[in-house]
């Protein structure tokens, strides 16, 4: 047991009442910046109310530009104690990069991962994130053991979640296969291992657990290479039985799929499709399916994917980092298809800098600086259009009732700071594309999650304890 | 006059006494990290002497990760004010980027510019960067007439760069013509008029103005659709005759080359030549140049201009978010090609970040992970070895003494922070690789700047005072 274990932080966030009102100098609502707006949030942490008139008395007004927080479509939390290792020298791939990552997965225990899940979970909200999808597939102990609890990991994930106030989309993910023939899972893969069946009574057993309003559970499918087509088919009878027994709107299912160009190949010679191609053909793909990077996906597979409903998690930091290749961005969003954000390995935990790096791309392959936005309103402009992305289609992807800030909706607010040099002069559409833009010196003022205020003036209220744990566990595993 | 005039904080930074002794935990010397070194500067800001074992009573220790600091090649000041505007929706490019800026120019006051650039000089320093090299365009009133004092503008950047206390290699641009046919300047452009003889006298009206040791004058030539054949040649002489009379190691010359696609045409069309051969065949490109962008150049080009030395000065962010192209970074650095950094535009500011996009660029375009690194020390890593030809070539490029802390070089440090999350539990290579690549939360604590601590506990002293005239500026610019 590693002395980390002595110190758990492991309370709860809201320890506080939801419920309260607040007087938002400037709030985003639509495509508007509205000024001095009453927002008050019911026990549940959703808008109850909102007008754009009132003030009232004994209602704290909150400076600031505020927008609603950003959904984070895809994490794997404990690869945060990895960001910055294994950039080696000479040859190198993600397949070399996958090397390092298991062998330093076969040292990390639980602790070091809630550890590793709450500094990073409280970086995501010091950014700007409100809540995240975890894709989790570290179900196992070193040499592929089940815990004592299977269910130990998630635990720990939710623990994470509940110490930083992040909102949580815990997805269990199934994974059974080395490869698209069923190749066996090597060393460290078994630490990995999770069949449909397993996965569901994961599901069962964690229900009661999952029972704050910003807790849910969700389904993941590794990748066609970890997940047999039979268990494919299973998987889908699962799901619908949840939806079925009540899940509103439909259960997420999340899935990497092409990411890498050696995969496409591997599909191709084994089932004689692309990788989307071959998924559209054999899952029902709808709108509460996210695509992890498609980054290698054809025009026709673009279509049919934006026809779907299905909504692409981009996650351009980490596909950059490994060299995956470049998502063709601009034909897919003229295509009318969704697109929402995540940080995947974690090498940047910031909205604005996946959203940057994105546009960036689409700029350097186009030679063009032809942007998305449309309209006259606040989201006209790139980061403006780049950001709605993020918020619709990312609450979609999580099935989040966020992404604005709305009565029904949940209280997930990011506030920034007017007089940061980052925004200082700025107004209208100008304000989401200088955060975008020029916001790498973080002008992220105040973060509410769910009515709680888990970010204030720039500070976690337990950032150095979350980080001295942080800084012990990853001290311990001693990396090469 | 604007209300900003009326409270200027130009005193030059360093009232304090130069010389001093300390002792670094951990700092970078060659290719390794030496403990506990203490370095003693003398009064001009250099290294007096170094030396691993010492420590001695009364000599404070400087705790942390020390490396040298990195100097930024390429900075157009009053573009901070721009950063994130221009974002826009529709039909865009870097000319319709280049109207906007402008348009924003025709309002730009001497004050504006120097409060601008003191707020930009205060974000470069914090994040890591010690000595800019401003290619300094901006020099007549709007609508072209010369301000009283023809040095004006040139006055405001060294009193901005005192009031940050960054080094400062500035360099008055010779611009001359609308394009590459002689075309005269246009509205805007006549704030930018300086011919050579025009750049020489400004030179000799600023040389009992940059006393101090961390002040040089050197030349900028603005491209070549702006400087006409005979200009060229005409600098030559003049640059020459500088080196003749002390000029120690040779002035260094900057240029803008082959940045936009459109300009390579142009250049073909009505020279027969591509921008950059044109270049090497009519002027005499030297170790001191810096050929600033070169984002379109052919392999002939790349040999020629790693055989001849000089240091090609890439801005990836602006590249990036003006769509300019991606230049060839891999096949330049095999054939020995120079290379260092520079913000230009101004939409980050920070060391790490132009570094993460540079590799990041180059692992797209190649999909492959493999490494600029080779050998075993901490410059190993990817990003030891692009901080390796930002702190070298950075140098050379500027004719800067540092890039290294080494005896006799300039005491130019910056400290990071061994516990910072970005950093804990690295050691080695990993540090360099951790900072350059996850590193958006800034780890950088204290930056010395020839001896003088100017930023204490990631606080600079000044930041308050400087970004608030920066507010005001901005703000009485009323952007669109």
Redesign the interface.
């Known amino acids: 047991m590693s002395p980390v274990a002595r110190s758990p932080a492991r309370e709860p966030w809201p320890h506080r009442e939801r419920r309260g009102v607040w007087r938002f100098e400037r709030l985003l609502v639509d495509d508007r910046w509205e000024r001095d707006v009453r927002v008050e949030v019911d026990a549940g942490g959703r808008v109850a109310a909102l007008e754009t008139t009132g003030t009232g008395p004994g209602c704290p007004r909150v400076a600031g530009w505020a927008v609603p927080g950003v959904p984070n479509v895809h994490s794997h939390a404990f690869q945060r104690?990895l960001?910055?290792?294994a950039?080696?020298?000479?040859?190198?791939?993600?397949w070399?990069?996958r090397e390092v990552m298991y062998a330093f997965l076969d040292r990390l225990t639980p602790d070091d991962v809630e550890a590793v899940a709450a500094?990073l979970y409280v970086?995501m909200l010091k950014a700007g994130f409100t809540c995240v999808g975890e894709f989790h597939y570290l179900h196992r102990a070193p040499g592929g053991a089940p815990y004592d609890d299977p269910a130990e990991m998630s635990r720990r994930i939710l623990a994470a979640a509940r110490t930083a106030g992040i909102g949580l989309v815990h997805m269990p993910a199934v994974y059974e296969a080395g490869g698209f023939g069923g190749e066996p899972l090597d060393g460290s893969q078994r630490r990995f291992r999770m069949d449909p069946e397993g996965a569901a009574r994961l599901h069962e057993t964690l229900a009661g657990d999952f029972s704050g309003p910003g807790e849910r559970l969700a389904w993941a499918l590794h990748s066609l290479r970890a997940v047999p087509r039979e268990s494919l088919a299973r998987i889908g009878e699962l799901v619908g039985g949840q939806r079925e027994a009540g899940g509103a709107g439909g259960v997420p299912v999340h899935i990497h799929v092409a990411e890498q160009?050696q995969e496409v190949r591997e599909c191709i010679a084994r089932r004689q499709a692309r990788p989307v191609n071959w998924l559209l053909a054999h899952a029902p793909v709808h709108e509460r399916w996210c695509l992890v990077h498609a980054t290698h996906i054809d025009r026709e597979e673009m279509a049919a994917v934006a026809g779907s409903g299905a909504v692409v998690g981009l996650c351009p930091?980490t596909?950059?980092?490994?060299?995956?290749?470049?998502f063709p961005l601009g034909p897919f969003a003229r295509a009318g298809g969704r697109f929402a954000i995540g940080t995947d390995s974690?090498?940047?935990?910031?909205p604005v800098?996946e959203l940057r790096?994105l546009e960036?791309?689409r700029?350097?392959a186009?030679?063009?600086?032809?942007?998305l936005?449309?309209?006259d309103g606040v989201l006209?402009?790139?980061?403006g259009?780049l950001l709605a992305h993020a918020w619709a289609d990312g609450s979609r992807a999580l099935g989040w009732a966020g992404g604005e800030v709305k009565i029904g909706k949940r209280a997930d607010v990011v506030v920034l700071e007017a007089?940061h040099?980052?925004l200082?002069?700025?107004?209208g559409a100008?304000v989401l594309?200088?955060?975008?833009?020029?916001?790498?010196?973080?002008p992220v003022r105040d973060v509410m999650v769910g009515g709680e205020w888990v970010v204030r003036g720039g500070r976690h209220e337990r950032e150095e304890a979350v980080?001295r744990r942080?800084?012990e566990a990853?001290?311990n595993?001693?990396?090469p």
Do not use: C, I
């Open positions: 104690a960001a910055g290792l950039e080696g020298r000479g040859p190198d791939s993600f070399s990069w500094q970086e160009e930091t596909e950059a980092n490994l060299g995956d290749g470049l974690h090498v940047s935990r910031s800098e790096l960036y791309g700029r350097l186009t030679r063009s600086r032809a942007g936005g449309s309209g006209a402009g790139a980061g259009a007089g040099p980052a200082a002069g700025r107004a100008a594309d200088s955060w975008v833009f020029s916001g790498s010196d973080n980080a942080f800084g990853v001290g595993l001693r990396f």
